[in-house]
């Protein structure tokens, strides 16, 4: 992990127990009342039901369990995907603005997000994509983009809100790209970016 103060940073992991596909990491100031502090939140892409997982990260860089959340979504896996089960970047993003946890859930078509408070997560709210297999979140302010990479790939526009986010209007973009509601992991768009820092806050 990256040792920066009120730094952002989204990795790839693959561990055996419960198939680890995305995590983001937030280490706020200690005068922070409210947001991520010290805190490493991993998604686990669970078929089954996707589930977030905390980790308390201490000053040397050890991580300590401290929860797990279910979103109320299920995972899913790209055709072809060799070790990122989304073959994504982003699937998962901390927003220290709204302090706000926001991931995909691919396999029901949906985004979840949480309010996160040290290392805990809370009020959770979940809407649909706009399309098939959600592969990545951008955020730009109060606007939250997700890319939709399966059946007709697009990208639409939310509105962050204190009770999650809400779909805007009219703001849904087909990228000209047609697949199976299950992309395969070369074809798969990458990510969605609404600027070239918009995963890592400095």
């Not at 962050?160 to 992309?183: N, W």
């Given at each position: 992990?990256?040792g920066?103060?009120?730094a952002?940073t989204?990795?790839?992991a ?31 892409n ?49 927003d ?7 991931g ?38 109060d ?59 400095p």
């Open positions: 992990m990256i920066l103060s009120a952002v989204t990795v790839a693959a561990v055996t127990t419960f198939s680890l596909a995305n995590a983001s990491e937030e280490h706020a100031s200690a005068a922070a009342a409210t947001g991520a502090d010290h805190a490493v939140f991993v998604q686990g669970e078929v089954s039901g996707n589930t977030i997982h905390a980790f308390k990260r201490s000053d040397t860089g050890e991580l300590s369990a401290a929860g797990s959340y279910r979103t109320g979504g299920k995972g899913a896996v790209a055709t072809g995907a060799p070790t990122d089960a989304l073959a994504s970047q982003g699937s998962l993003v901390y220290p603005r709204h302090h706000m946890l926001i995909v859930n691919a396999g029901s078509g949906s985004v979840t997000s949480f309010s996160v408070s040290g290392q805990k997560l809370s009020d959770r709210h979940s809407v649909s994509s706009g399309g098939d297999f959600p592969l990545s979140v951008a955020v730009y302010g606007t939250a983009y997700v890319l939709n990479g399966g059946g007709e790939a697009s990208v639409q526009g939310f509105t962050i809100t204190a009770q999650g986010l809400k779909a805007i209007p009219g703001s849904k973009r087909l990228l000209g790209v047609k697949g199976p509601a299950v992309p395969s992991s070369p074809t798969t768009p990458p990510r969605s970016r609404s600027r070239p820092t918009a995963r890592t806050w």
